[in-house]
């Protein structure tokens, strides 16, 4: 593993981090708009919402693998409460928001950061192109992993009247959550390569190879 790390962040990043994070929190809170103002958004008509795809989850893990543990964990909960909040004030159902079992939503959350840090502990290199790749497969199976959890939940401690407590029921509620899935991995592939060239400090174009060597700082130093 490399004992180099992120330069701190620019206000210029911070900025953009900024723009991505209210992305989330508004593509997280417009299919309740959109159901207050009787649109219809079916997840398996493409055209009528494109669900879960946010840069919510690559955002996690990006963060896990770049920023430091308080600030990841901070950032990332702060984003998905935000989201939560305005679920709530769009919809006007506070159970739609704040369910019983969405603690494991939570935890789930984190594990994405976990699974960022783990991997970024795994490269050999802190280039760019690497970066990419280990945020990828850390997202990759932190989507899995939440497609797979929180239909588990939906199929196990959802009403019977949506799928049947059986085999049948479980293999009808993963059929039709592949559209969330689907987007879920766009999201990953479109948004972690952005999300890491924000948050592990790759040098402008503008910089010359000496300036930006200059600007490299310890692992250690950061990393809390």
């Not at 896990?64 to 702060?78: E, F, H, N, P």
């Not at 369910?99 to 939503?105: A, E, K, N, R």
Request: aromatic share 12%; net charge positive; glycine share 8%.
């Amino acid at each position: 593993m490399s004992s180099t790390s992120p330069v701190k962040l620019s206000p210029s990043r911070w900025i953009l981090l900024s723009m991505l994070a209210l992305l989330a929190i508004a593509a997280k809170v417009m299919p309740y708009v959109f159901y207050r103002l009787d649109w219809n958004l079916d997840p398996t008509q493409f055209g009528s919402y494109v669900w879960n795809f946010s840069p919510l989850m690559p955002l996690a893990i990006v963060a896990g693998a770049s920023l430091s543990r308080k600030l990841a964990i901070g950032l990332t909960m702060g984003v998905w409460l935000l989201g939560d909040l305005g679920i709530w004030t769009a919809s006007g159902h506070f159970e739609w928001a704040f369910y019983p079992h969405q603690p494991l939503i939570y935890v789930l959350a984190l594990g994405l950061i976990g699974l960022g840090a783990i991997g970024s502990r795994l490269q050999k290199s802190d280039s760019y192109l690497e970066s990419v790749a280990f945020n990828l497969g850390s997202g990759v199976i932190g989507a899995t992993l939440f497609f797979v959890v929180t239909n588990v939940l939906v199929w196990g401690l959802g009403s019977e009247m949506l799928y049947t407590r059986n085999l049948a029921g479980l293999t009808e509620c993963f059929v039709q959550a592949i559209p969330f899935y689907r987007n879920s991995l766009a999201s990953m592939i479109i948004f972690v390569p952005v999300l890491t060239a924000i948050l592990s400090g790759v040098p402008r174009l503008s910089e010359s190879p000496t300036e930006s060597s200059r600007m490299a700082v310890p692992r250690s130093e950061s990393r809390v």
